[in-house]
Nanobody, 123 residues
Framework: EVQLQASGGGLVQPGGSLRLSCATSRFRFADYAIAWFRQAPGKEREEVSCISGADDSTLYADSVKGRFTIVTDNANNKVYLQMNSLKPEDAAIYYC????????????????WGQGTLVTVSS
């Protein structure tokens, strides 16, 4: 069973940095795509970043390119989202998600979701 739990959210000032962590159950990362999504009140859920186990390729939403980085730690079953130069519009609940590559990949549907962690950016 695939299980995911996001953590590391909090309150930061504009221009600050934060690293989110996704703790996962034991599964073979090479067989999955793993992504970070976010959702702010009144807005659609957005795929922020993703890494595909098929070829280790990554994608980033245009709104976060150059500021956010997705990193995996396969040995410890962790996926991180390093967020730099945070802006007020980055405030949202952030979720990690996964999908078996036999079924989907980055940019498409995800089957497994963790509990979100709240990121607040002041002013």
């Amino acid at each position: 069973e695939v299980q995911l739990q996001a953590s590391g959210g909090g309150l930061v000032q504009p221009g600050g940095s934060l690293r989110l962590s996704c703790a996962t159950s034991r599964f073979r990362f090479a067989d999955y795509a793993i992504a970070w999504f976010r959702q702010a009140p009144g807005k659609e859920r957005e795929e922020v970043s993703c890494i595909s186990g098929a070829d280790d390729s990554t994608l980033y939403a245009d709104s976060v390119k150059g500021r956010f980085t997705i990193v995996t730690d396969n040995a410890n079953n962790k996926v991180y989202l390093q967020m730099n130069s945070l802006k007020p519009e980055d405030a949202a609940i952030y979720y990690c998600a996964a999908v078996l590559l036999e079924h989907s990949d980055c940019g498409s549907v995800f089957d497994y979701w963790g509990q979100g962690t709240l990121v607040t950016v002041s002013s």
